[in-house]
């Protein structure tokens, strides 16, 4: 793959950045449950994800985009799934189907520990299902470890909690 820039999401960009979302999230195993649907319009809302937190593209040369991400500095964003001071996460980390396993997810994950660190922050504290092995993979090479007091449950769909302290 040739070059990848990572930059803020262009509002024109937000349609497309939500249907690859959506098909990211459906290409992971046993993915479209009812509550994985339930789910998908707030994947697609990369509008609403944009005026409480930074959203991210991985863009190519052509300027097509690969993959995004929403990116939360601010424990006061409803975006936020913690309550800790000084701490940023990242959620909603997609990489087009057709990309993946070449390095996008991993480029977009660094992209966000480097800018939570520029922010200030101590810590970056991110969810993962079960399913997610190959995002699970690139977290643990960058040195985020388990961290089950932040585990949750959305109806049947575990979260399990992960942190970096930076």
Request: proline share 4%; charged share 25%; hydrophobic share 45%.
């Amino acid at each position: 793959m040739n070059k990848i820039i990572i930059r803020p999401a262009r509002p024109e960009e937000y349609p497309q950045i939500g249907e690859l979302t959506v098909a990211a999230y459906l290409a992971i195993e046993n993915a479209n449950n009812a509550v994985i649907d339930d789910y998908m319009d707030d994947l697609r809302d990369v509008k609403a994800r944009a005026k409480d937190a930074e959203v991210l593209v991985a863009v190519d040369e052509e300027d097509a985009v690969l993959g995004a991400v929403t990116l939360v500095l601010d424990t006061s964003s409803p975006m936020a799934e913690w309550d800790e001071p000084g701490v940023a996460g990242f959620r909603m980390l997609a990489v087009a189907p057709e990309v993946q396993g070449k390095g996008v997810g991993k480029l977009l994950a660094e992209h966000c520990v480097a800018r939570a660190r520029d922010a200030g922050a101590h810590a970056v504290l991110i969810h993962s299902r079960h399913t997610m092995t190959a995002a699970r993979g690139i977290y643990a090479n960058m040195g985020f470890r388990r961290y089950p007091e932040l585990d949750f449950a959305v109806e049947d769909i575990q979260l399990d909690g992960f942190r970096l302290d930076l």
